[in-house]
């Protein structure tokens, strides 16, 4: 398996980027290809003492960088000689099983969908990170942020990715959908929320999904479903949400409890693992980063401030979404739900 990186995208770039390439590597023995200015890349290796290109790791070399304030429509053609554009090029052209960058989400989804391509039948490829919850297992939020604005049939589509996406990657047989609501009723929410509810349900009641109805903010962490289908604003608020709140309660922890007395402290060192692990579950570093759901290979988005750490870890996503294809799958789970939509009334 063959991963292509864009060593010149985020804001710790290049060192973050070669230098988690270079781990990742090591530790999982996957092949890598770094796309972008290979001086640059040589030099960032040789400051870290490696004088020869690791076992595993060859460099395309790319002169020119998206910039976060170029417009995403237009980088397919102003950027063509980039780092992510040449990159999500030798993916569509079969030159890689995946593709990473920490580069503009915007540019990235455009490139994506323009180079590589959406799934037959997708109307628009979506963010779905994988959330841990309360049950040890993990939630998937679709959409995150790729779509602020969405239509009920955008929602639809997200429901059978997500149902279709966790049982490949997290092997469970009939994960539950949930639609982000401010309630459980099904007359709550907006006139998306409502419409969506009802497409939702007709395709649960075809078999094409285990929808369960609407699930409030706070049920999420809790696992109450699998997989959360909602617009990319509101998704993108419910995960910063969950992630600011672990932020909160970690530092709460820490100066409101173990730092209180001496003896708090003493009891914090026999319990700083277990702290330690939880607060890593939310870390993004750990996660790796979120693919784009929809596109027919896999692309991965790593944090803008990813570390060399969690482009490592995005290396091992990567692998686990190259492996667990699901475009053919979700190729005949689409022609059914546009059967749902020819129904509607």
Do not use: W
Not at 22 to 27: C, M, S, Y
Not at 28 to 41: M, Q
């Amino acid at each position: 398996m063959k991963i292509i990186m864009d060593a010149m995208g985020g804001d710790n770039a290049p060192q973050a980027p070669v230098l988690g390439a270079v781990e990742a590597a090591k530790t999982y023995g996957t092949k890598i290809t770094l796309v972008g200015r290979g001086e640059e890349i040589l030099d960032v290796l040789k400051q870290a003492g490696i004088e020869d290109l690791p076992d595993g790791i060859e460099i395309c070399n790319a002169d020119d960088v998206v910039d976060m304030h170029d417009d995403p429509a237009s980088i397919v053609h102003k950027r063509k000689n980039s780092s992510m554009v040449i990159g999500l090029k030798m993916l569509a052209e079969g030159q890689g099983d995946a593709f990473i960058s920490a580069g503009s989400t915007g540019a990235l989804l455009t490139g994506a969908t323009l180079i590589v391509k959406r799934v037959k039948g997708i109307r628009r490829a979506a963010m779905g990170p994988a959330m841990p919850n309360k049950t040890g297992g993990k939630t998937v939020i679709l959409d995150c942020g790729a779509n602020a604005e969405c239509t009920p049939e955008f929602l639809l589509q997200f429901g059978l990715v997500g149902s279709l996406y966790v049982k490949k990657t997290f092997g469970i047989a009939n994960p539950k959908v949930g639609l982000l609501n401010i309630g459980t009723e099904d007359s709550k929410g907006t006139p998306l929320q409502k419409e969506a509810y009802a497409l939702l349900k007709q395709a649960a009641d075809q078999g094409l999904i285990n929808f369960v109805g609407n699930v409030e903010a706070r049920d999420v962490p809790l696992g109450a479903v699998d997989v959360v289908v909602c617009d990319g604003f509101s998704g993108n608020v419910l995960l910063k949400s969950i992630e600011g709140t672990a932020m909160f309660m970690g530092s709460l922890m820490k100066h409101k409890i173990f730092k209180r007395n001496v003896l708090s402290a003493i009891g914090y060192l026999f319990c700083k693992k277990g702290v330690n692990e939880v607060m890593g579950m939310l870390d993004y570093r750990t996660i790796g980063g979120t693919e784009f759901l929809g596109i027919r290979k896999p692309v991965i988005k790593a944090h803008g401030s990813s570390d060399a750490v969690a482009f490592r870890n995005a290396v091992r996503q990567a692998e686990v979404a190259a492996s667990g294809d699901i475009s053919a799958e979700l190729e005949m789970g689409l022609q059914k739900l546009a059967q749902i939509k020819e129904t509607e009334v």
